[in-house]
């Protein structure tokens, strides 16, 4: 991205603030506000999608054909449920670092919006690891960790359910240090306006059908595997020939159960995007989403 890619969408973003052409803020309470909201959204969301098709490194790679109509009639017909987006995408893809960046807008604009994530829906398989000693060793017996066996996926689209119908949930937390703990009801999860799911299980079983916005991640297979093996070897402290031994493994469990979910998306964005364009297309979006006369 240059220089010019940015202050352009800087300067779009101080356009809309100062512009004396706003329109007045829709009831949304009335089918005929949400009529308007919708119909406006379709607009600004089309202006986003060609700002970034001209940039050196756009952030959407694709988007569904019917997608802005899809949403706009789920706007309209159903304005009281959360609106639920789930991201997926094959390890090291980047989902976790671009949820960290809608988390950081999140943050600056103090947007109702809720991150919600997986990992924590691995089954318990401390006692698996606890027969084989390690989980490498459970890896390597043939134990298929990432396979939509090895989820919570009926504890998941209960708590899915029950979030985007505006309630709060505990969802478990899997524990990061080896030991294949999984603590149920751990992690008080809000409903928030908007709920963003992400990881590999996100779509997964019968859960998919539950998102308003289907987004996969995608990144060059060698990015990918520079980014896993230094997360491997710097964070989680395996040595580099196990680190490799893993990738070969999650390098055919994403093939096999989450690139199949591509073809299901909405929205296919770029994972090694600029993070700070990103944030500015973010940031562009909650502009035009949020800049009315009263």
Avoid at 219 to 242: C, G, M, P, S, V
Wanted: proline share 3%.
């Amino acid at each position: 991205m240059t220089e010019d890619d940015k202050t352009g969408l800087s300067h779009l973003i101080a356009k809309e603030l100062n512009s004396s052409d706003k329109i007045f803020k829709p009831d949304f309470n009335q089918k005929s506000g949400r009529e308007l909201l919708a119909f406006y959204l379709q607009s600004k969301f089309k202006q986003v999608l060609s700002y970034d098709n001209k940039a050196d490194e756009p952030i959407f790679i694709d988007v569904r054909y019917d997608f802005i109509q899809k949403f706009s009639r789920r706007l309209i017909q159903h304005p009281e449920k959360r609106i639920m987006i789930g991201i997926t995408g094959e390890s090291a893809s980047g989902k976790s670092t671009i949820c960290r960046e809608i988390q950081n807008v999140i943050n600056k604009f103090q947007m109702p919006v809720t991150i919600l994530t997986t990992d924590n829906y691995f089954n318990d398989i401390s006692e698996l690891i606890k027969k084989y000693g390690t989980f490498d060793n459970l890896r390597d017996s043939g134990y298929d960790v990432d396979s939509p066996n090895n989820f919570q996926l009926a504890v998941l689209k209960d708590d899915l359910e029950k979030i985007s119908h505006g309630e709060d949930i505990y969802s478990p937390e899997y524990l990061l240090n080896g030991t294949g703990v999984s603590v149920p009801k751990a992690k008080l999860i809000p409903s928030n306006k908007i709920v963003v799911v992400e990881g590999m299980a996100s779509m997964y079983g019968e859960n998919k059908e539950i998102y308003d916005i289907k987004v996969y991640i995608e990144t060059d297979l060698d990015i990918r595997r520079d980014r896993f093996l230094k997360r491997a070897y710097t964070e989680r402290n395996q040595d580099l020939e196990n680190a490799k031994k893993h990738w070969e493994y999650i390098l055919g469990a994403g093939e096999k159960y989450v690139k199949p979910y591509r073809a299901e998306a909405d929205i296919i964005l770029n994972g090694d995007s600029n993070l700070t364009y990103f944030s500015q297309i973010l940031e562009y979006i909650h502009t035009i989403t949020n800049n009315f006369n009263n």
